[in-house]
């Protein structure tokens, strides 16, 4: 008896030693970046990670995320942060910092000039990476004439047959009141109103027994290449990589591409503040933004990235001047302030 | 037992023969229980407290308890009817002012905004402007900053918000919620949809389990009584999936269900369809691929049950004049329902938590309420309705188990 006790408290004993000496083992002299997985996060390896490692002698352990801030809420609630830069995306970015989950960030620390970034550089939770957009893309092969505006998304006459569509309410509710005539500038004052949320809802009801809902950027091309929709949203740089890659004929319609900036940003409480730091001045600086662009064309946050830029990926790039003026620039402040809201109505309204 | 004789009978102290049996047996009990006790605490630590500690979020939420806490307070005097007055208004602006200064008004925008859509963003204007208020009248002020203010209902949920419970998650969960007076009224239609969701769950449920046992039952017949040799091939074509990874297998579904998978090329070039049959995104691709996953976990204690029945009944049956028919009907298949009902009680539970494939090959109104929660815990952060669903779900499969228990019995199932 006194036996099967000894072995069993031996065996609790060394269940317990492992678990801490897992826990012993995160606190080693590396950096936990993560990011979106996939071409992206491939990319980013190639341009961003190797290069540090390289530089600082910092080394990197990559983790990936689909983007829920679930997960950083939870590590800085119970105040065990093991992630220490995260890639967060616009209004994800926006809404994490009004939340107080990350860190704020002192640029004097960064030795980056924030005028370089312009307006995105006026986020005060991160440094900006690289613009991605969410853009109409189609196959010319299976449809030689394809969507010329957004509003040709919404015109099954035109066009039918199913669509492909980001399962959320951006930039979906924006496109619908783009589609439904408003100018795309005013889209968020609209958006701002009960009335214009419901107009946008209006307009989605009339294609909604043709979407398909994707919730992972590698399921739009993925869709599209199978035919099983005729035209998707999706990230232009899975789009272009999937040309590249596959050699299909994809085409991507820019008409209110909705721009989207990523940042690097620190969760509050991260134990190695300092590698961070090294990690996101070096994240913003020119030369890895612009290697960044041959691996995945998105476009730099650093102005003087864009001189460093090859001009034959400039032209895959989603904020080319005349791109960016036919852009949806999304109002991250609208989304810190309505976006539980409309993600609670979208949620309802799918489920109906 | 043999040795608690032997004890017994030589016991050499004179103890009485009661008393020491009592002890051998004690002595027995604590090392059986030591033997499963590992196995208890680890069931306890990874699964029980997880598991209550997720549930009782579904009625515990101290959020604004504990970030308007100044507001809470001044509120537990106010009567309901009219604006409370001045004071509370004061608190107000103290608490949004905390709150704007430690970031966490997104938070409190949040809750409020569950309980009163599109509150949520004039929250956080009111907070953004709050600062600048310096002294009073407050009330005045915060009603001009934002009509909210100026509304009952809002109050009256603050003036819930005193108490760390609510009823609220699980009202929801269940298509109400309080209206302006704390009182429980049906939610509006644009967002009640929960009680849909928990009869399709239902539905489906029922719909694969069916499906299942109809394509179960025959195979698992042809089975039981091939020669083991042909049987044993048959076996392995059924457990061989089985081993499979689950998302393999629903994804395969995807490759041969889509507009020009293998199933709609097949059809095409039979001529039975001009254009591709929509067979997934859909309930079709749901059910078939939920009832291809869910086929061994129904057949499998069927024909372990089928196994075990002697063929000598039938042919008594036979024998005695009973056609090929009446013999099975009456002979053979009342032996295997215990088989059956294992089989269909696994399945059926298992589907009601049913997560990835309907994500993967449903539709947006094929989702069931795993998907929920998994929305609300991850995307929406949501943890209250996470909870409050996940909390009637299980309830739900106990009370359906217990009226199973009651109606079948569970001592009578057999896994084989």
């Known amino acids: ?352 | 037992m043999a040795t608690m004789t032997v004890q017994i009978a030589g016991s050499p102290d004179g103890m009485p023969l009661r008393i020491k049996l009592q002890q051998v047996e004690r002595w027995r009990k604590l090392k059986a229980f030591t033997l499963v006790l590992p196995l208890l605490l680890f069931i306890l630590v990874a699964f029980v407290l997880p598991i209550g500690r997720m549930m009782f979020n579904a009625i515990h939420d101290e959020t604004l308890l504990t970030l308007m806490p100044q507001t809470s307070a001044a509120l537990s005097v106010w009567d309901g009817k009219d604006l409370p007055d001045e004071r509370v208004y004061a608190a107000l602006a103290k608490d949004l002012k905390q709150a704007w200064a430690q970031k966490i008004t997104g938070m409190i925008a949040k809750r409020i905004n569950y309980e009163l859509p599109g509150a949520g963003g004039q929250v956080t204007s009111s907070a953004r402007k709050a600062i600048t208020l310096s002294a009073g009248p407050y009330k005045a002020a915060l009603i001009e900053i934002s009509p909210l203010w100026g509304q009952r209902d809002v109050w009256s949920l603050l003036k819930r918000g005193h108490s760390a419970y609510t009823a609220y998650y699980l009202l929801r969960s269940v298509d109400y919620q309080y209206g302006p007076e704390s009182q429980i009224v049906a939610s509006p239609p644009e967002s009640a949809f929960f009680r849909n969701v928990f009869l399709r769950t239902l539905g489906i449920s029922i719909s694969v389990t069916a499906a299942t046992l109809l394509l179960g039952f025959p195979v698992a017949y042809l089975l039981a009584t091939l020669p083991p040799k042909t049987s044993n091939l048959l076996m392995i074509m059924i457990v061989l999936p089985f081993w499979t990874s689950l998302l393999v297998r629903t994804t395969a579904w995807v490759v041969l269900l889509q507009d020009h998978g293998i199933v709609n090329d097949v059809l095409m070039a039979l001529h039975v369809t001009s254009q591709p049959v929509e067979l997934i995104f859909n309930r079709v691709g749901t059910m078939v691929a939920m009832t291809h996953i869910q086929l061994p976990f129904t057949l499998l204690p069927i024909y372990s049950v089928m196994k075990t029945i002697p063929t000598t009944h039938v042919r008594a049956a036979r024998s005695l004049g009973a056609g090929p028919f009446y013999a099975f009907w009456k002979v053979y298949f009342p032996q295997t329902l215990p088989g059956v009902a294992a089989g269909c009680l696994l399945t059926f539970i298992l589907c009601l938590g049913y997560y990835v494939t309907p994500e993967l090959v449903g539709g947006a109104t094929d989702q069931m309420v795993g998907h929920f929660v998994a929305l609300y815990t991850n995307e929406d952060l949501n943890w209250g309705m996470a909870s409050a669903l996940g909390a009637i779900l299980l309830t739900a499969t106990l009370l359906l188990y217990y009226v199973f228990n009651k109606l079948v019995g569970v001592d009578r199932l057999k896994m084989g």
């Open chain 1, 1 to 352: 008896m006194r036996k099967t006790l000894m072995v069993a408290l031996a065996v609790f004993g060394q269940a317990a030693g492992t678990l801490a000496s897992a826990k012993l083992a995160f606190a080693g002299d590396q950096l936990t970046i993560v990011s979106w997985g996939g071409a992206l996060q491939a990319s980013l390896r190639k341009a961003v990670f190797e290069p540090f490692t390289k530089a600082s002698g910092i080394k990197i352990t990559e983790g990936e995320y689909s983007g829920e801030i679930a997960k950083v809420r939870a590590m800085v609630d119970s105040k065990t942060v093991s992630w220490d830069v995260l890639d967060a995306s616009g209004t994800t970015a926006w809404t994490m910092c009004a939340q107080g989950l990350l860190e704020t960030i002192d640029w004097k620390k960064l030795s980056l000039d924030r005028a370089k970034f312009g307006d995105v550089g006026k986020y005060d939770c991160g440094v900006p990476v690289q613009v991605s957009a969410v853009i109409v893309a189609y196959d010319k092969d299976k449809l030689p004439n394809g969507p010329k505006s957004i509003s040709d998304l919404f015109d099954t006459k035109k066009f039918p047959g199913k669509r492909g569509l980001s399962k959320g309410p951006v930039p979906n509710l924006e496109w619908a009141l783009v589609a439904d005539g408003v100018p795309i500038n005013d889209v968020y004052k609209v958006l701002r109103t009960p009335e214009g949320v419901d107009r946008a809802f209006r307009k989605l009801d009339t294609i909604k027994k043709d979407v398909v809902w994707w919730t992972a950027g590698a399921q739009a091309p993925q869709l599209l290449a199978d035919g099983q929709v005729l035209m998707t949203a999706a990230y232009n740089g899975r789009i272009t990589n999937a040309v590249k890659e596959s050699g299909k004929h994809f085409e991507i319609m820019w008409d209110a591409a909705a721009q989207g900036w990523d940042y690097w940003v620190i969760p509050k409480g991260s134990p190695r503040l300092d590698d961070a730091y090294k990690f996101l001045a070096f994240g913003g600086s020119p030369q890895p933004q612009a290697d960044l662009t041959r691996y995945i064309p998105y476009g730099p946050s650093n102005k003087d990235a864009l001189a460093l830029v090859d001009p034959a990926v400039l032209a895959d790039l989603p904020n080319t001047p005349e791109r960016d003026a036919i852009a949806l620039h999304a109002d991250n402040i609208f989304y810190i302030e309505n976006g539980d809201d409309l993600r609670q109505r979208f949620t309802s309204w799918l489920a109906k």
